[in-house]
């Protein structure tokens, strides 16, 4: 049995996250060189939309990852107000600029595919309001928890925002189905069978995977900035040999 | 360039050029995989910019304790 509590100090957790952050980095560039790979040199071109759909294996999965960074955002945040633990809330933060990035990604890169096929870069409709939403939700969580000084006290009030904010994310997912939209349906679903060729789903997978451990390896990177940064007065960090130099 | 798919297609590309066009959806498709990799590039550009600012604090901070340290022995 792994004692995971002796894992959930700043102490214990900077050294653990500095040992897998590689492994991390290095299985996002080789999957993502894989998805490329497939994406761009084994899938076929599609009946509808020639080449542009190739925009698919950029798209989909950095989407994917702005709603599911959200969510483990606010997963963390809850546990660190439910618990009153330090490293959660600093694991909610470390997320947030990568659940924007990715966010921002998905609108840009979903303005580059309406364009040559809708005919639009942008309409207001559900799904690209509520992905617009999310955009503000990860600003607003940022900002409000660098206009506090006190730490503690900006974890707080950031765990709340990110903890109101989730709403949006079934709104987000579901929104294709509540509301007409121009945006497609889901590509993926457990439920039926995948609507597109084998080769582009694996392609389309094999880019989520790739866009998930990088944000695993940029969130364990950052995490550990935000450990040095508020707990560097503490004597474990003046004995860290990156420190002691 | 040129082999053929389990569907039993031929490659989409038949030379670089026709691969860069991207159909004549270049400037779309591209523009996507473009600001995505340097979007990527700029996070881990501002992440080492951070944890250098952050060991440089904490080095200090230790600096800063030591001396504190060496005045009250002496």
């Known amino acids: ?245 | 360039m040129g082999w053929a798919t389990e569907r039993g297609e031929t490659m989409t590309w038949n030379s670089a050029a026709e691969f860069f066009a991207m159909g004549g959806y270049a400037q779309y498709v591209w523009g996507s995989v473009g600001v995505s990799a340097i979007a990527l590039a700029v996070e881990l550009f501002l992440l080492r910019q951070r944890r250098q600012g952050a060991l440089l604090q904490s080095k200090h901070e230790l600096t800063l304790e030591r001396k504190g340290l060496n005045e009250s022995s002496t």
């Open chain 1, 1 to 245: 049995m792994i004692n995971w509590f002796k894992y959930s100090t700043p102490r214990t957790f900077y050294p653990l996250a500095g040992s897998v952050v590689p492994w991390f980095a290095v299985g996002a560039v080789l999957t993502a060189i894989a998805g490329l790979y497939v994406g761009f040199f084994m899938a076929p071109t599609d009946a509808q939309q020639g080449e542009g759909y190739r925009i698919i294996f950029v798209h989909v999965p950095v989407s994917w990852m702005s709603m599911f960074i959200y969510v483990v955002m606010a997963f963390w945040a809850a546990v660190g107000l439910a618990f009153n633990s330090r490293l959660s809330a600093m694991m909610a933060s470390a997320l947030a600029p990568t659940g924007a990035m990715f966010t921002f990604l998905s609108l840009w890169t979903g303005a580059l595919w309406g364009k040559p096929m809708w005919g639009t870069w942008w309409v207001w409709d559900a799904r690209l309001t509520s992905e617009l939403i999310l955009l503000f939700l990860y600003i607003a969580f940022m900002a409000l928890q660098s206009a506090i000084d006190d730490p503690r006290r900006a974890d707080k009030a950031g765990a709340v925002l990110a903890l109101v904010g989730v709403v949006n994310i079934p709104i987000i997912y579901f929104s294709v189905q509540w509301w007409n939209t121009l945006h497609q349906g889901a590509s993926v679903s457990l439920t039926r069978a995948p609507s597109m060729a084998t080769i582009m789903l694996v392609g389309m997978l094999l880019m989520a995977l790739a866009a998930w451990m990088y944000t695993v390896a940029v969130a364990l990177m950052r995490v550990r900035c935000i450990i040095l940064e508020r707990e560097g007065h503490a004597e474990w960090v003046g004995q860290l040999n990156e420190v002691k130099r």
